[in-house]
Structure formats: structure tokens, C-alpha cells
């Protein structure tokens, strides 16, 4: 049987478990004189029969869907006559995949060698053998956990705490996949970029100049010593960052204000969630504003005043980037703006200070660090957008500080070396990882500040 | 002091009938005890008053906080608002210098004079009316701030000082008339936060006096204090009483008995009656303000 059939056949089981448990408990309640009498609700004999007959049994079936295929295979191998046994990974695989083929009868059997052949009814014969034994474990599982669930439905047995256990620890692997995601992904990155600096010296990777990520296919090639210079992806994604926030920071943090301090209750009711939108737009959709609409703008715009633009500038996938991260400083700066005490205001206000002076002198203060927060989370989404700057800014590598130049980032980068069909033992493609590794490092260490900031910040009022 | 020779009995000025259908509460509560709507007991006009108040009616939405009340507050008394929770006693009071205009549905009737200007005429300046009309709220609310910037930021506002040595005075008298200046010289520096509950308060008071206002409004200013600090804080109340003309909100009925000249006490949005403290505490005229003062209910 499939693992796919056996999945539900398992949850099945486990339904029948909690309703045969839930009967047998109110059945052992009634002569007592009411389901009182018993140590827990019947709701959690129930639940624990489901549990016991569900988990051990859908433990056993990952364990053996996950160790299956190896192990065939391992057996399939050892199968084979002594002097065709194969002497690297690469060659075994090759094997396997031959035998599979004639196996799947995609590969006629009489063109093949005859140990070959062999090994694919083998291969056979296992898979099959696999399949029963796994459906007969793992049905036997779950029906043996569900009757001892059921024998062990007694009044002086509190089944409470155990389901309470199971859920906890039920809670602590969802808790964990997420962490253990994050760590999986950071060694990821850290083992290419360790491999990275294999052959590229880290220095170089570092403090170089000039970014260009070709990598020689033949010895004679033209222009075949790439360049890795990180310096050229961070200035630009620093100047394009930079553009962005000094577009979202004074209009996220003057709208914030004009919404917890100015509004009525019913233009903040319209106009917050309208602002929030902003967020909901696909970065897509804004890349080719930018690139369809603002790019060229701003080149018409420079050549009108006598500059030299080129049709994809940093200014105009700053610009856009900047309208696109307003909800973020605006949203959490309209947050930490309420969560000021009215008290303070009140005392501000009845001192003689008008509006604008109080939000100044007392509420602006005491929101700063809330505010700073807010900006940090801003600009480490600044710095890790990729789309409009891919549609909007180029992928030019140019060391400039001038905005109507045409830059790249760090993230289009990556994007660009690792899109189509790539080698992945090639210093270009590992540089990937490397910048990766180092935009990693500087947006965490942008939420670690963050963070440390906003916790400060709570600190004061709680 | 003025006001008790200076001091009429209240005129009748209402002629609606009693207890109208719009406070069943008062009614069932309160069978046998009737409030007449803009009819109070006691002495509630004084001649050349601070502030002369008359037919003032509090509006939230539709809900009529303040019914038709009429008082007024001699220049240098202390006078204690007193009543059971909810009765309007704190809006009362935040008509005094406008604090209620930041809520938006709040609406404010009547005539409200102080010194004869019109409180609540539409060209009347909030901030001069405040700076001349102080607060002190129920919780101490000092900004996060050093101890010198909360006392100096009042001066700052209004540029009371020109230079920083003036300055510098203002806010060690401030600090000297609110009991403050000994416990605090040395660290003027420090956040306020950090103070205690009671020096908090003081430091709220030595705030509103930087400002040198003519009245100081006191919002329960002593319900989140202990009992030491709460001694304190109406030792300063009634020094001050010498310079300002104080008006207070509490709860704590010894606590009118002790600082308060005359005592004012409201009864759903009414003012029931107002008299002078000593008598009120021990032969009060009206019913409803016996019950409350002997403890039978509110």
C-alpha cells in the first residue's frame, strides 16, 4: 500500500480510537453516577486514544518512507556480482538508475547486462515486499495504540495530564521546525561560503573594487578572470537603501503623526488601512512602475535641467522602493505614537503647550526608540528587495555615488548568478552564497539593534 | 478671606420639575431623596468671584454628563469637589482650563468666566488660559525627562526666562515651594521616572507652579499615593492655598475635611450642595449629601 492511502487510513484509525474511547468512557462513568466520578473528561480519554494510536504510527511511517529507498538500494548493490561493483557515488548511482529503469520497464530487459537484470527483479521483489510490511506495521501500530488507549480507560487514571504532555511536546516540534529551518539555511550558506573562500581569497571578496562574476570555460578565453569585489553591490545597495529611506522615513513618520495626533477617529479608520495596502502591493508590480513609469520620468526630467541620466537609475528604484516601505515606518511609528501615555499628553497640554509643541518636546521623545525601531525594520526590507531594483536600476556594477547613475544590489546579484542553468562548483555561482552570507549578517545585525531598541523601549512603560 | 462674608444664598433658578424621567438610576436608587435640576443647596456665589460659573451643562454625544450647574469660586480658596464615582465631578473640573477639548464628542454649555473672560469663547487663547489654569492629575504623570527639564518645560514654552540663570531660579523655586528642592538639588539631572510615587506628584505640582498660574485644578492628586506622601502632598496644598486659588477632586472625604474651605458635592451631574467644609462634614442641608458623607451609600 502507498504511503499517500495509508496517511488517511491512519487518521481513520485514529478518529474511530477517539469515539470508541469517548463511548468507553462514558460507559465506565455511568454505574459511578456521571462522567464526575471519572479523574478527567471523557474528551480526554478520547483525545489520548486518538494520539496514542496516531503518533507512533505516523512516527514509524516517516521513519520507514525516509529509510526505504536507501536500504532497497543498499541491499539491490550488494546484490550485485563482486567485479561489477562500483567504485564511486557517481557510478553507483548510474547503476541504480539503470536498474530502476528496466525495473519501471522503461529499458528493455534483453539490452541490458544479465546481473543487471537481475537486480531489477530484486528491486522489484523488495519494493513490494517494503509496501506490505510497511502497511501491516504500521496499521498494527495504530490499532494497538488505540486498544491500549481504550483498555487504560479507568476512573482512577487521569488522562488529563498526558494529553496535556503530548500537546506540549506536540507544540515544542512546531516551535522547533521553524528554528531548526533557520539554522539549516544559515549552515547552508556558510558551508558554500566557506567553500567560496576556497578560491577566492576573502580579502579580495572584501575590499575589492570591481564585481565582475565571469569564470573562464576554456583557458584562452577573453576577459576570463572574474572579478569578486563585494564593494561596488554594498555602495550601491547602501545608495539605493539611502534613497528609499529618505523617501519613507519623513513621509512614514509625518503621516504617523497626522494619524494618532491630527485625524478624527473616521480618517484614521479610512486612511490607515488604505496606507497599509501599500504593503499588500507585489514588489513586481512596483518594479515596473519604476522601470515602466518613474525611470523614465526621471530621465526626462534630468535631461530637461541639462543632467546625464541613464534610463535605469538608482533614483528611480529608490524613489519606489521608498513609496513601498512607508507602511512599515508609518504603521509601527503610528503604534508606538498611541502607546505614549494620554497621561503625558494631558500634562503637556495643561501646562499650555499647543499640539504641535507637545508632540515635539514630550511624545516624540518618548516614542523615539519605538520609531528607530521601526525605521531599522524598514531599511533591512530596503536592503533585502530585490525586484524593483532588478526592473528599475540595472544590473550595471558602477562604483558611483550618483543617483541617476545606474547601480546594482547585492540581492539582484545573487538573483542573476544563480537564474538559468548553472554549474554549482564555479566560484560564480558560490560568490551567490557569499553575498548571501553578508547580507545575512548585516540585516541581522539591523534586527539585533532593532530589537535591542524596541525592548529598551517597552522597558519604560510597562 | 472674602468669601465667607461675601457669600449668597443660592437662588432658585430652575423651573423644571423635579427628577425627570432622564435619571431612573437617582430614582430607584434613591427613592425618597429628590435632586432639583439646577438647585443647590448651600452658598454657592461669591461676590467678585475667581471663577463665575453659570448653567454649566457637559455633553458626551448624546449623554448629559453635567446638568445645569451654577458655582463660584472665590479667588484664594480651596474648594474639594466631592460625590460618588462617575457623578461628573472630573468634568467639572476639566472645563476649568479646557482639557475636555480633546475629546471629540465632548461639548461644553453655559457660561464659564474667569476673571469675567469667557473661558470658552471661540477667540479665547488655550494656551494662556492654561498656562494661567494649572493641573495636577490622579496619576503622576511626569515626562521622561530629568528633573530640571519637567519643572523647566512649562517656562521654556511660555519663554519665562530669558537667560539660563533665570531659568535656573524659576525652577529651584518651583522646586522649593512644592517640598522638593532638599530631596532633589543634587540630582536635577536624573530622569523623573525614577523618583517615587509621592516625589513624582510633588514634582507635577512644582511643574504646574513653574508656569505661575493664578488657579491649580487637582484631579484626585493623592489617590495613587501612600499615606506619608499623601500628607505631604496636602501640606503643600495647603500652603499654597496662601498664593492660589485651589480646586480638587478626591475621593477621600478626611481629606476635604482637611484642606478644603469650602466643600461641593455632586450627585449624578447635579450639584447637590456646596457649604462651607466644616459645615458640610457635620451638619450637611441637603439628604443626599448626608448619606454620602455618613457612608450609606456611593
Known amino acids: 500500500m502507498q504511503t499517500a492511502n495509508l496517511l488517511p487510513l491512519v487518521l481513520v ?17 455511568a ?46 548493490i550488494a546484490s550485485l556480482p563482486q567485479d561489477v561493483w562500483p567504485e564511486s557515488a557517481g557510478q553507483a548511482s548510474l547503476i541504480l538508475s539503470q536498474i530502476s529503469n528496466v525495473a519501471a520497464g522503461k529499458l528493455n530487459p534483453d539490452f541490458v547486462p544479465e546481473h543487471i537484470a537481475g537486480a531489477a527483479g530484486l528491486l522489484e521483489t523488495l519494493r513490494e515486499q517494503s509496501r506490505t510490511f510497511k502497511a501491516i506495521l504500521v496499521l498494527l501500530i495504530a490499532v494497538l495504540g488505540a486498544a491500549f488507549a481504550w483498555s487504560r480507560v479507568a476512573p482512577h487514571i487521569n488522562a488529563r495530564e498526558s494529553v496535556e504532555r503530548t500537546l506540549r511536546r506536540i507544540f515544542f516540534v512546531c516551535a522547533a521546525v521553524a528554528v531548526l529551518t533557520t539554522v539549516g539555511i544559515v549552515f547552508s550558506v556558510i558551508f558554500e561560503t566557506v567553500r567560496f573562500f576556497g578560491r577566492v581569497p576573502i580579502t579580495e571578496f572584501l575590499f575589492g573594487t570591481s564585481w565582475s562574476p565571469q569564470t573562464a570555460l576554456r583557458a584562452d578565453q577573453v576577459g576570463s578572470d572574474g572579478a569578486f569585489g563585494m564593494i561596488p553591490l554594498f555602495t550601491g545597495t547602501l545608495l539605493i537603501s539611502a534613497i528609499a529611506l529618505l523617501v519613507a522615513v519623513p513621509v512614514g513618520l509625518l503621516s504617523a503623526i497626522y494619524l494618532s495626533e491630527y485625524a478624527t477617529k473616521r480618517v484614521r479608520a479610512t486612511v490607515k488601512p488604505l496606507m497599509e495596502m501599500l504593503a499588500g502591493v507585489p514588489t513586481v508590480v512596483y518594479g515596473f512602475f519604476a522601470a515602466l513609469t518613474v525611470a523614465p520620468f526621471i530621465r526626462d526630467l534630468a535631461e530637461m535641467i541639462g543632467l546625464e541620466a541613464s534610463s535605469q537609475s538608482a533614483l528611480a528604484a529608490g524613489l519606489v522602493m521608498g513609496v513601498m516601505i512607508i507602511p512599515f515606518v508609518s504603521s509601527l511609528s503610528d503604534d508606538v505614537i498611541n502607546a505614549v501615555p494620554q497621561t503625558l499628553r494631558d500634562g503637556s497640554l495643561a501646562l499650555g503647550a499647543t499640539q504641535s509643541e507637545t508632540m515635539k518636546n514630550v511624545i516624540f521623545p518618548a516614542a523615539l526608540p519605538g520609531i528607530i525601531g521601526g525605521i531599522l525594520l524598514a531599511a533591512s526590507r530596503a536592503i533585502g528587495e530585490t525586484m524593483i531594483v532588478v526592473m528599475a536600476a540595472g544590473l550595471a556594477a558602477n562604483l558611483t555615488a550618483n543617483p541617476l547613475d545606474s547601480v546594482t544590489t547585492v540581492t539582484v546579484q545573487i538573483a542573476t548568478l544563480l537564474v538559468g542553468d548553472q554549474e554549482f562548483d564555479s566560484a560564480k555561482t558560490l560568490s551567490a552564497f557569499a553575498l548571501g552570507m553578508m547580507l545575512f549578517v548585516v540585516t541581522l545585525l539591523l534586527n539585533v539593534i532593532a530589537l535591542k531598541i524596541v525592548r529598551k523601549y517597552r522597558e519604560q512603560y510597562d | 478671606m472674602n ?171 518651583s522646586l522649593r515651594k512644592a517640598g522638593l528642592w532638599d530631596e532633589v538639588k543634587d540630582r536635577l539631572d536624573a530622569t523623573a521616572t525614577g523618583m517615587s510615587g509621592g516625589q513624582q506628584q510633588r514634582l507635577c505640582i512644582a511643574r504646574a507652579i513653574a508656569v505661575s498660574p493664578e488657579v491649580i485644578l487637582m484631579d ?55 457649604n462651607e467644609t466644616t459645615k458640610v462634614f457635620t451638619s450637611p442641608e441637603h439628604e443626599l449629601t448626608e448619606s454620602y458623607i455618613t457612608g450609606r451609600f456611593g
Open chain 1, 13 to 29: 484509525l485514529a478518529v474511530v480510537a477517539y469515539g470508541l474511547a469517548f463511548m468507553r468512557s462514558r460507559a465506565v462513568a
Open chain 1, 31 to 76: 454505574p459511578l453516577g456521571g462522567i464526575r466520578n471519572l479523574k478527567a473528561l471523557p474528551f480526554y480519554y478520547a483525545a489520548r486514544a486518538a494520539l496514542w494510536s496516531a503518533i507512533p504510527a505516523l512516527v514509524v511511517l516517516a521513519a520507514w518512507a525516509g529509510f526505504e529507498g536507501k536500504v532497497i538500494q543498499g541491499i539491490v
Open chain 2, 3 to 173: 468669601m465667607n462674608e461675601s457669600i449668597s444664598r443660592a437662588a432658585d433658578n430652575s423651573d423644571e420639575t423635579v427628577m425627570s424621567a432622564q435619571e431612573p438610576e437617582a430614582e430607584t436608587r434613591r427613592e425618597d431623596i429628590k435632586v432639583e435640576e439646577g438647585k443647590t443647596v448651600g452658598v454657592p456665589y461669591a461676590d467678585d468671584p475667581k471663577f463665575k460659573l453659570r448653567n454649566v451643562e457637559v455633553f458626551y454625544g448624546e449623554d448629559r454628563a453635567i446638568k445645569d450647574i451654577s458655582l463660584d469660586i472665590a479667588r484664594n480658596e480651596v474648594i474639594s469637589f466631592i460625590g460618588p464615582s462617575g457623578c461628573g465631578k472630573s468634568t467639572f473640573l476639566r472645563c476649568l482650563n479646557r482639557m475636555n477639548d480633546s475629546i471629540d464628542i465632548c461639548r461644553v454649555k453655559g457660561q464659564l468666566m474667569l476673571d469675567d473672560e469667557d473661558i470658552y469663547h471661540s477667540k479665547k487663547d488655550v494656551v494662556e488660559l492654561r498656562a494661567r489654569v494649572g493641573m495636577v492629575f490622579q496619576k503622576p504623570n511626569p515626562f521622561p525627562k530629568s528633573i530640571y527639564d519637567n519643572v523647566a518645560y512649562g517656562p521654556r514654552i511660555h519663554g519665562l526666562a530669558n537667560r539660563k540663570s533665570d531659568l535656573d531660579e524659576i525652577v529651584e523655586n
Open chain 2, 220 to 274: 484626585e492628586p493623592c489617590s495613587a499615593l501612600d499615606p506619608i506622601a499623601t500628607a505631604k502632598v496636602e501640606e503643600l496644598i495647603s500652603e499654597m492655598s496662601e498664593t492660589y486659588t485651589i480646586v480638587i477632586v478626591t475621593h477621600s472625604m478626611q481629606q476635604a475635611a482637611r484642606v478644603s474651605h469650602r466643600t461641593a458635592y455632586f450627585h449624578l451631574g447635579h450639584l447637590v450642595e456646596v
